[in-house]
């Protein structure tokens, strides 16, 4: 990623752009361990909305920049004028979910990629993409608990989706933080790689997912979109029509053609 060529939102700490067929999210705050404040997550949303419309896109990554947090979680230091009243704290969290649904229903591959302190929104954020990569150094935790606020039901939705109530209740109990490690045993994390690796792991991670067949990957993404709603929600004829595209699409030929040709195939997307 070259983050110098990536588009400025919300004042410079939300950068969005287009990298080689991969789309970039990086939260941009380090001064504040990437806190997110009110007019970052609306220009979050607008940047994961514009992405999902992209054809250029076929994978995103979101991160944060500083190497010390994904995302730290709130800004609190603005909590006395973003979430003062009952009205603005409504309001916060009907931005601050936008974003959150927006990401979690990106119609291609999402990967979060951490490192540093994941808390508190960040890790609603950071779960709310498809796979979840954590240097070893990373912190994870949701410290409500002690700060009194509530934690409604669709955050801990999408945790129950990949760990178990069991292992929610220990994070939001304890609203200690958790190292990397014990976040890869709860399931939390797909993998935990060192420093000295991450990078170069991303790249081949998202190299891997650009050069697989995007019909095929957009038809399993919207699957396991419609496994977690609920039965009279889900789209199960266009699922279906997802799925018998896939055959008839020039990349079903190219995929055959390549195996019997022993190379690598060359997917268009159609």
């Not at 070259?2 to 970039?24: C, F, M, P, R, W």
């Not at 896109?57 to 979101?62: D, H």
């Not at 896939?246 to 690598?264: H, I, L, P, T, V």
Request: proline share 3%; hydrophobic share 40%; glycine share 10%.
């Amino acid at each position: 990623m070259n983050i110098e060529q990536l588009t400025e939102h919300a004042e410079g700490k939300i950068l969005s752009g287009v990298q080689d067929q991969v789309g970039y999210l990086v939260i941009n705050n380090p001064q504040r361990y990437n806190a997110m404040s009110l007019e970052m997550w609306e220009a979050a949303a607008a940047a994961i909305d514009a992405m999902a419309v992209d054809p250029a896109v076929r994978v995103l990554v979101v991160t944060g920049t500083g190497g010390k947090a994904f995302v730290s979680g709130a800004d609190i230091s603005k909590f006395g004028e973003e979430r003062s009243s009952k009205e603005a704290v409504d309001h916060y969290a009907k931005v601050s979910g936008g974003c959150y649904d927006t990401l979690e229903h990106f119609p291609k591959p999402t990967i979060a990629a951490i490192k540093g302190f994941c808390i508190g929104g960040g890790l609603n954020l950071a779960v709310c993409c498809d796979m979840r990569i954590a240097e070893e150094k990373s912190r994870f935790g949701v410290p409500a608990a002690k700060l009194g606020l509530g934690y409604g039901y669709t955050g801990l939705r999408r945790l129950a989706k990949i760990i178990s109530t069991s292992s929610i209740m220990e994070i939001f109990s304890t609203a200690r933080q958790f190292s990397a490690q014990e976040a890869y045993e709860m399931g939390l994390v797909n993998r935990v790689l060192p420093n000295t690796m991450f990078d170069h792991y991303l790249n081949d991670y998202t190299a891997s997912i650009k050069g697989n067949a995007p019909m095929t990957i957009a038809a399993v993404k919207a699957a396991t979109l419609a496994i977690h709603k609920n039965p009279e929600d889900r789209d199960l004829l266009g699922i279906e029509a997802m799925v018998q595209g896939c055959f008839g699409s020039a990349d079903y030929k190219e995929g055959q053609q390549a195996f019997m040709e022993k190379r690598k195939p060359k997917f268009v997307g159609g």
